[in-house]
């Protein structure tokens, strides 16, 4: 069995892995064994690893399966203590593993973790999709440490210490391989976005601890599955995060957030069309809405069985006030003027 498993997942990828996968190499092979795992590439990505990147071991799937499945596919295939879920557009940097390893090493409770995620752009920002940790307003609204909503903070050491968090990156994640299978691994369902908030938060109900290690950092480029403003994404982001609170949520709270959520989802639909005429996101949010309806039935198993396995009622860091009022409202921006 490996210690480590970093696992690229890839599709159609030839450049980025071209252009980054060379770090991850040269920084992590002394303390992890690099895999890729390709989703059914049409591009040369398979004859370009074989070519240039020998070291590098190599699952090939026969489809492509989306971020979530893919994974749980890959992930199969591969014993480890510890699996490193890593996007295929991540710089990483000297010595960034080690103190993710010695964390979770003297830390059984601790389930996930990921670095501290900046801008391959602008190396003195923190980056969309991680920044420096991941929590939840009531509703459900994602945020990190370093960005709430499109609002991105400039790295200046305001969050450089260790703390818990309620989800960890998808795009640079340790996660230990028991808890990673116990959970039941990433909801397939989902095919992307959403998918490692939605693993994060159950290994939490089970009592389970995440965290932000910000002694380890990476560069980021974002966006790479499905650019920003593409109604897919759009569609994909509404709905699976419905879904999340259906599984995830007690039954105290599931019925006022829905409620709540109903209207605030609608707002927002209507809202990107009177101001940003924008059709496919207004379509898309509909749509969102609708498919939610009629495949929530599909997961009332997941819910009876997440609900019977939980430990803690109430997460800590699923914080109880809401942040589009801290936001539009308050103008509080920053995640160190939320509190």
């Known amino acids: 069995m490996d210690k480590v498993a970093i696992v690229i997942l890839n599709w159609n990828g030839q450049k980025m892995l071209k252009q980054y996968l060379p770090t991850v190499l040269q920084y992590s092979q002394e303390e992890a064994v690099v895999y890729v795992a390709d989703n059914a590439s049409t591009d040369d990505s398979l004859k370009m690893l074989s070519a240039d990147f020998p070291e590098c071991k190599v699952i090939t799937l026969e489809k492509n399966w989306g971020f979530a499945e893919g994974y749980n596919k ?9 699996y490193l879920l890593l996007n295929s557009d991540i710089e990483v940097t000297h010595h960034w593993l080690t103190p993710l390893i010695e964390f979770m090493d003297v830390h059984p409770e601790v389930a996930a973790c990921q670095p501290k995620l900046l801008s391959i752009y602008n190396k003195d920002m923190f980056e969309y999709a991680g920044a420096s940790g991941g929590y939840l307003d009531r509703y459900g609204y994602p945020f990190c440490r370093g960005r709430i909503f499109d609002t991105l903070e400039e790295d200046d050491g305001q969050y450089d210490y260790a703390t818990e968090i309620l989800w960890a990156t998808g795009a640079a994640l340790m996660i230990r391989s028991k ?7 990433l909801d ?4 992307a976005h959403n998918e490692e908030i939605d693993l994060c938060w159950r290994l939490r109900i089970r009592g389970r601890k995440i965290y932000c290690l910000p002694e380890s950092y990476v560069y980021h480029v974002g966006g790479g599955t499905l650019p920003k403003g593409n109604p897919m994404k759009t569609f994909l982001n509404f709905r699976n995060n419905l879904t999340m609170l259906y599984k995830c949520l007690p039954d105290s709270e599931l019925r006022h957030v829905m409620r709540w959520r109903w209207f605030l989802d609608y707002l927002a639909a209507w809202e990107t069309l009177i101001l940003n005429r924008n059709w496919g996101d207004f379509r898309a ?3 969102a809405r609708h498919a939610f309806k009629c495949w929530r039935k599909d997961f009332e198993a ?9 430990v803690i009622d109430k997460i800590p860091e699923q914080f109880h006030f809401s942040l589009l009022w801290q936001y539009y409202v308050k103008g509080r921006k920053h995640f160190s003027a939320l509190f």
């Open 188 to 191: 397939a369902r989902f095919f």
């Open 74 to 82: 890959a992930l199969a295939q591969i014993k480890a203590e510890y």
């Open 179 to 185: 808890d990673y299978w116990e959970a039941g691994g």
């Open 302 to 310: 997941d819910r009876q069985q997440i609900q019977a396995s939980r």
């Open 285 to 287: 949010i509909y749509r």
